[in-house]
């Protein structure tokens, strides 16, 4: 964010001082000052006060839920297991949280296309991150991070072996994208399809439901 700033303030040098046409030198003032406000709105991370407990999976991110279905996981667990999947926008906060507390079991990046987020092949053909969270009471929880047509990078902070908070970050994906929760078969889910949730505060599973 301050290299973009820096660049913007340069651009406005240059043309204050060598365009003489003022309508011309405003409009560069304004498109800038637009364009930085829409870099901070879409890079801000809002502090988030998460209910841990150890029987609930909360949302990763921020987003719309566009999918509740029985998949077959290929990567790690290798049997079906419930996929959530939340679509973020790019007006939508994009800090990924840890849905669950515990371990990290599993951490890998998988370089790939850039299909639209909501693609049915974008899970195993996008960029993606694919995380594993061992939990005491939830088990392992896996979560894959999925850049979307815009989003060019993935950011993961989770390392295998190190613990972590429920709720705490995990990452970062860079405009629209998706993020897809793996729970165990007949884990009680508590969103529906198209409702809106909030990364750390809405539960979107239970085992005490």
Do not use: C
């Not at 609930?56 to 290798?78: C, H, L, R, W």
């Not at 007006?91 to 849905?99: C, G």
Request: no cysteine.
């Amino acid at each position: 964010m301050t290299v973009t700033a820096l660049l913007l303030i340069a651009i406005n040098i240059i043309s204050v001082s060598f365009i003489n046409t003022y309508w011309i030198r405003f409009a560069i003032l304004l498109i800038s000052v637009v364009l930085f406000l829409l870099i901070i709105q879409f890079f801000r991370n809002p502090k988030r006060e998460t209910q841990l407990n150890d029987a609930n999976i909360v949302s990763p991110v921020d987003g719309k839920v566009v999918a509740i279905e029985e998949v077959y996981e290929k990567e790690f667990f290798k049997d079906k297991r419930i996929q959530v999947s939340i679509f973020m926008s790019p007006i939508n906060v994009h800090v990924t949280r840890h849905p669950v507390g515990g371990k990290v079991k599993y951490s890998k990046y998988h370089p790939g296309k850039f299909l639209v987020a909501w693609h049915p092949k974008s899970s195993e053909e996008n960029e993606r991150t694919t995380v594993v969270v061992e939990n005491q009471v939830a088990g392992e929880i896996l979560y894959r991070q999925i850049a979307g047509a815009m989003a060019k990078r993935i950011v993961n902070y989770a390392e295998t072996g190190k613990e972590v908070i429920q709720g705490s970050d995990s990452g970062f994906i860079k405009f629209g994208s998706r993020v897809d929760v793996l729970l165990p078969v007949g884990t009680p889910i508590l969103v529906g399809l198209d409702q809106k949730v909030k990364g750390g505060l809405s539960v979107i599973a239970s085992l005490e439901a």
